[in-house]
């Protein structure tokens, strides 16, 4: 388990000056170990250090050795994260791949340290340069201090040091603390969670999350920023400047405080379960949507709450688990009959036994519902059975909720 906080240190021009050269090296040092990883076809740290170690202390003569190991780390997981995405993109388009670009980094670019390049004692933080080792006082926000504390095991385990745009040296602090053993709640019930552009996620339980805000922030900025960059002067270009990065904060504070609220929930909840939405990307490449529906899906941010939940539910006790992401919001969840005429809009209206409810809420429970049967077939037991429609026509449970033949308290 990992958390980071960042800090800000006052240092003086010439130390501010040392770190911009360190940084010119530090980029050196890297594109020299990936040119290296590339052509003879490696991702061996050890091969990587008997090769070109010598070869970038020629290079880079006053960066520290700390500081070229960090970055022939930094390169090898470059390198291998290439492999990777070439190897896919090859299999479905080889000459997309051919033309993909190597792993670079520019001179303005964030340092990775490590606990023998950076290290805290109380306040006093000290990382290497190329110059000497810089020693300055920080403040720790007592906040972090207080729900990451030492005596629980946390730890500096490296930290990230850069300038922003701005022009401020930034500290980014990564501790390091073994994963709890917490109980997970076996007892509770499992509850389907459906991501959308419109509303961020809707439950099985028929709560909703709206959307509304976050697509009036990004229509705003999107206005701005098409008028400043065509006016293209001087202050317009300060202003969009000093605009950016506005949109992505908003966007990643309404995923943290829906990912909170679903995490710190009241009700016993054992499972959440999501859609696998992995295949989003590729779906863009293979050119099956039109030009709204990719400009949508590039800003749609269901990766980032993922992620967000996924690390909150786990220090609750609760688990996320994910399943196919086909045909979810085109079946019924009553009588799961597949028919793509059956949404309109934010309603579904089954075509074939009447059922009528929120969209969202029915792909949820189609979501859970998935995730209970595959279980149910793997052996595992199920809190919450999945419901349908028996031989006589009538249902054999009654649906969560019950068939919502108007629109749900709390829904838009």
Known sequence: MRRSITVFPKLTDKEVSAIVETRKQYARAFNMSVDCLVTNNSTSKRFLHKVQYERIKEECPTL????????????????????VKRTKLKQKHPKRAERMKRPSMKEKCTMRYDVRTVTLRGSQLTFSTCDRRIRTIILIPGFFTERYPETDGWKLKGANIGIDRKGRVFV??????????????????????????????????????????????????????SVLQEKGTRS?????????????????????CISKKLANTDEDVSIYVLEDLSSMNMKRLKGKSNKTMRKWLSAWSYSDLEFKLAYKCQRN????????????????????TIDKASRKGNRYVCRHCGNSMHADVNAAINIRDSYITQTSKSGQAAVNQPYGWSATGKPETEPVGKTLTSKPSGLS
């Open 317 to 336: 006790g609760i688990r996320v688990e994910f399943v196919d992401a086909r045909y979810t919001s085109q079946k019924c969840c009553v009588c799961k």
């Open 64 to 83: 520290p050795t700390g500081l070229i190991q960090c970055a022939r780390d930094v390169a090898v997981e470059a390198v291998k994260t290439w492999n």
């Open 236 to 256: 317009a270009k300060r202003r969009l400047k000093s605009i950016s990065g506005c949109e992505k904060r908003f966007v990643h504070d309404q995923n943290h």
């Open 172 to 225: 980014n602090l990564i501790y390091e603390c073994h994963d709890p053993v917490i109980e997970e709640n076996k007892d509770g019930k499992i509850v389907g969670l459906d991501r959308g552009v419109y509303n961020i996620v809707t439950t099985s339980e028929c709560v909703h999350y709206g959307a509304k805000d976050v697509r009036r922030v990004k229509r705003k900025y999107n206005h701005v920023r």
